[in-house]
């Protein structure tokens, strides 16, 4: 029997509601995965022994984590005080010049496709109901969905790169010494694969091109850190 769709979950069947913290789980998964991985070969291309890179791995990993769950955090927490002066700006507006307000409302709903009538008597009746919510909503474009928590993309961010760090971390451990670029190269493709379709799946989005994009990138990555560790590095 199908679910009646109602305005509590019409929104239980789309993925937009996700994206907050989907963004910053596939971007701390994806970097770590490629610059741990672009790390490890980077410093395998030139040492002969697995000692060297498992400590530069180590500390890319532990320094990475941090570092992505600090940026994020940062990161959102301006976007969230630049939206709370937006708000704080938009009270001093609607208690300055109320009927200018009312009209930009309305031209922003005739923009939409309502007629100039029609358009003006739903500004009315929705500044009537919530003047603030309204205006935050359809004038700056602020919503719940939108909204980022610091805290809540932080976590995801720093959690995700940690586990995507660790799969070439293991790769390291694990892989024979000699060749072992090429081996973290072929593992780092089948995890940014796997990642590529998880992220594609749970945001509703093509698996071809997420893998295509995730792939790609992190190819050119690691080409790019293991000429690196060819051309410059020593061997130890």
Do not use: C
Not at 85 to 94: C, P, V
Request: hydrophobic share 45%.
């Amino acid at each position: 029997m199908n679910k009646k769709i109602t305005i509590d979950n019409y929104l239980d069947n789309h993925y937009i509601h996700r994206s907050n913290w989907l963004r910053a789980a596939v971007l701390g998964a994806n970097d770590g995965i490629i610059s741990i991985s672009s790390l490890a070969i980077g410093i395998a291309a030139a040492s002969a022994t697995r000692e060297p890179t498992v400590l530069a791995t180590v500390a890319g990993l532990v320094a990475g984590a941090l570092s992505m769950a600090a940026g994020e955090y940062v990161s959102v927490s301006s976007q969230t005080d630049t939206e709370k002066a937006d708000i704080e700006r938009e009270k001093i507006e609607l208690k300055e010049m109320p009927e200018e307000e009312l009209n930009i409302l309305a031209q922003i709903y005739e923009k939409r496709g309502l007629k100039k009538e029609t358009a003006k008597q739903v500004a009315i009746e929705l500044t009537e109901k919530d003047a603030l919510g309204t205006h935050i909503r359809d004038e700056l474009g602020i919503n719940e969905i939108s909204q980022a928590n610091p805290i809540q993309a932080a976590l995801a961010s720093g959690a995700s790169f940690t586990v995507g760090g660790i799969l070439p971390l293991l790769v390291v451990f694990f892989a024979p010494v000699k060749g072992m670029e090429y081996w973290l190269y072929g593992f780092t493709i089948i995890f940014l694969i796997i990642l590529g379709t998880t992220s594609a799946k749970t945001g509703g989005s093509s698996i071809k091109k997420a893998i295509l994009r995730i792939t790609i990138w992190g190819t050119i990555a690691m080409v790019l850190s293991a000429l690196v560790g060819y051309l410059f590095g020593v061997n130890v």
